[in-house]
Every structure is written in C-alpha cells, then in structure tokens.
C-alpha cells in the first residue's frame, strides 16, 4: 500500500486534518499531513510565492517515502492544496516570483507521485490574488497533463450561489473562480472550478468546502469511500 500526504488548504493548519489522516491510515495508507501551521501561510499572501509551502511539502514526502520504503506516494491537497501539489509535481522551474532560482528544486516531483487527489480545488480563477500562481499552473499543465499520473478531482454539490442570504458569499466565491456566481459548489469552490480536463472527476452531494464547516466535507466519513478506493 503506498503511503500518503495531505497538504492543507489555504490558511489551514495541519491539525484540522487529523481525523481525515487517522480515517485514511485505518484503511491501509500510512498517512502524513504537512505540519502547517496557519502563519506558515502569512508570507503567500497577496498572491505572493509558494516557495515556503512547497519547502515543508517536499520535507514532508520524502520523510514519508524513506518511512515507508517507497518509491512512491499518493498525494491530496486540500482547496488551494491541489493546484500548489500541480507546482509541486510539475517540471517547469517555479521562478516566477524571483524568490528562488533554478537551483531550488522543489518541484519535478512526478516521479514521487503515483496519484494526485484535489478536494474543492480552485483549478481555475479570476481572484488578482491568486491569478499570477494558477496562470502559472494551467499555462503549463493545463488538465490532466501527465499520462502516469492518476488524477482525482473532487468537487462538492452543497450549496447554489445567488444573491440573497446564505448563499452570498458562495454566489461571490463562484463568481470569482469560474465566472458565473449562480451555480452550484461546495460553498467556495464551484464544480466547474474543481473539476480538470483528463482526470477522474468526481462531483459529491451534500459536501461542504472545510473540514470546519458544520456538516459533511470531503474528509468525513460519509463520503470518504467515494474518493480514497483511489489510494487503495
């Protein structure tokens, strides 16, 4: 069985992910979350470098391939998680913010990699803040880009977006990521953002975008045999 990485969303601390790791390592996947903490965030923001995720990331799969003796691993990002993993497992040198050079490295990970997992996902977005990164991604791996790499998109049908009370802030959020604020989503993410072209896409009823939110999110056990069969 090969082991597993969780990358959190944006924001995120690693400790919100526990019961998603202690739920996956019960079925048979050794599972490890990167041990972020929510000021590990604060140097990104404003759509500034990634360079200090993908640091702890990449210390983090290799500590879990040497764990477990394995050549490879399944890696799941959470929310803006999944398009950073995108960074993290692809070839091009991730130098577009002039933090780093070529010689870095925290990226052309593929190999490492057997299969991607992205829960609520924004693939694709219009948000100034986030622009410069996920141009950078889908401009060059757009979709499913690696034929070797199997990937999972998972998206969330829980809340439509309209302007009227309790669907506001879905209605902003969609329209910010895909375009059109009156569709349906996980309350953050919409379908059409957290969906790729090539992959396994997945759309799942009554999730909602975190694992703080009240009710079922992609972690919980209700749904989590819709998407882990894949690590299995």
């Known amino acids: 069985m090969l082991p597993t990485v969780i990358l959190p969303g944006y924001l995120e601390s690693a400790d919100v992910y526990l019961p998603l790791q202690q739920a ?3 079925l048979g996947t050794p599972t490890t979350t990167v041990p972020l903490r929510k000021r590990d965030w604060l140097p990104t923001l404003g ?3 990634m360079i200090p995720i993908l640091r702890q990331l990449d210390r983090t799969v290799n500590a879990a391939l040497a764990d477990n003796q394995a050549k ?4 799941i990002g959470h929310s803006a998680g999944g398009w950073i993993s995108r960074i993290y497992i692809g070839e091009i040198p991730y130098i577009i913010h002039g933090d780093v050079d070529e010689s870095t490295k925290l990226w052309n990970a593929k ?3 057997a299969n991607l997992i992205t829960l609520g996902t924004p693939h694709i977005s219009g948000e100034r803040w986030t622009k410069k990164n996920l141009d950078f ?5 757009p979709g499913a880009m690696y034929a070797d790499l199997q990937y999972i998109c998972v998206a969330g049908k829980s809340i439509y977006g309209e302007k009227k009370f309790g669907q506001w ?3 902003s959020s969609y329209q910010q990521t895909c375009g059109e604020g009156n569709t349906w989503g996980d309350g953050i993410t919409a379908i059409a953002a957290a969906h790729l072209a090539g992959a396994t896409n997945i759309t799942i009823e009554g999730v909602k975008h975190s694992p703080r ?3 079922i999110w992609y972690g919980s056990p209700e749904v989590l045999d819709r998407w882990a069969k894949y690590l299995l």
Request: net charge positive; hydrophobic share 35%; proline share 4%.
């Open 47 to 49: 759509g500034r470098s």
């Open 72 to 75: 490879q691993l399944n890696l």
């Open 137 to 141: 991604v889908n401009d060059n791996y």
């Open 213 to 215: 939110s009240p009710g």
């Open 24 to 26: 996956l390592t019960a």
């Open 111 to 113: 190999s490492k990699v």
């Open 169 to 171: 802030l879905a209605y």
